[in-house]
């Protein structure tokens, strides 16, 4: 059974940072790629971030040049170190592995992000 489970999330104050984590069981996630996603309610969730089994990483311009993900195989965790945080970041944060292609295959639950004025 995969799982993911997502760390890290919280409240913060414009310009702060946050770090999430995504811990993977069940599956070793060397040969997956791994991406970070955020919903706000009654938006459609939206891809923040990727990094291939390569280490190819991708991000959306919104988040461009604040936003950094990684990766540590041997702990089969992902990460997302989000900086110059503000108010729009605000979101559910979900993360996901995919083996190949582009649908991605297992999500977690989500972490809250709050970005406070």
């Known amino acids: 059974q995969v799982q993911l489970l997502e760390s890290g999330g919280g409240l913060v104050q414009a310009g702060g940072s946050l770090r999430l984590s995504c811990l993977v069981s069940g599956r070793t996630v060397s040969t997956y790629a791994m991406g970070w996603h955020r919903q706000v309610p009654g938006k459609q969730r939206e891809e923040v971030a990727a990094?291939?089994?390569?280490?190819?990483?991708s991000y959306a311009p919104s988040v461009k040049g604040r936003f950094t993900i990684s990766r540590d195989n041997s702990k089969n965790t992902a990460y997302l170190q989000m900086n110059s945080l503000k108010p729009e970041d605000t979101a559910v944060y979900y993360c996901a592995i995919r083996r190949l292609g582009v649908r991605w295959d297992y999500w977690g639950q989500g972490t809250q992000v709050t970005v406070s004025s």
């Open positions: 990094i291939t089994s390569g280490a190819t990483t």
